[in-house]
C-alpha cells in the first residue's frame, strides 16, 4: 500500500477514535499510537504549550526531551511560525535538539484550539528525507480531529 492510501484509511480510523472522546490527552495518546504503529516511526508523540515552553506529551518511542523553549529547535519553531516544518536532514537544522542521535529526519505538524497553538505533534524517522508534502497534507488533517 502506498503512503497517500495508508493515510486515507489512517484518517478515518483517527476520526473515529477520536470522535466523542472529550479528554485531549487521551485523544493525543491514541492519535500518536495509531501514527507509530501504522508508519514505523522512530518517535510519535506530541508536545502541548505550557507558558513559554512546551511540555513533553504522549508519545510513543524511546525517552524524550521533556521541555522544549518557545522558538528553539525544530518543534519550538514550528510552534513559533504556526507552520509545519519538514526536515530532511535533522543534523542541517540550525538548533536542532537532539533527544536522540537516531533520528535523522523529522516532521512537526502545530496543534490549533481556538486558532492559537496548544501544542505540535513531532514525528521523527531514524532514515533521511522520510517526510513530504503528502505527510505535511494528512497529518495537518489528522491533527484537526483532536478538538
Known amino acids: 500500500m502506498d503512503k497517500e492510501s495508508k493515510y486515507q484509511e489512517l484518517i478515518e480510523q483517527a476520526e473515529a477514535l477520536v470522535s466523542g472522546e472529550t479528554d485531549e490527552i487521551a485523544n493525543m495518546a491514541n492519535v500518536a499510537a495509531l501514527l507509530h504503529e501504522s508508519f514505523g516511526f522512530w518517535w510519535t508523540g506530541f508536545y502541548r504549550v505550557a507558558g513559554d515552553e512546551l511540555v513533553l506529551g504522549p508519545f510513543q518511542g524511546p525517552v524524550a526531551c521533556t521541555r522544549i523553549p518557545f ?27 537532539a ?8 516532521i512537526v505538524v502545530p496543534v490549533h484550539r481556538n486558532g492559537e497553538v496548544t501544542g505540535v505533534l513531532d514525528i521523527d524517522s531514524a532514515e533521511y528525507s522520510t517526510f513530504d508534502e503528502t505527510d505535511r497534507l494528512y497529518l495537518e488533517r489528522v491533527v484537526s480531529f483532536l478538538y
Open 71 to 97: 522558538g528553539r529547535g525544530v518543534c519550538g519553531t514550528a510552534w513559533e511560525k504556526d507552520e509545519t516544518i519538514i526536515v530532511p536532514n535533522v543534523h542541517e537544522f540550525i538548533g536542532h535538539i
Open 99 to 106: 533527544c536522540s542521535s537516531a533520528s535523522k529526519s523529522e
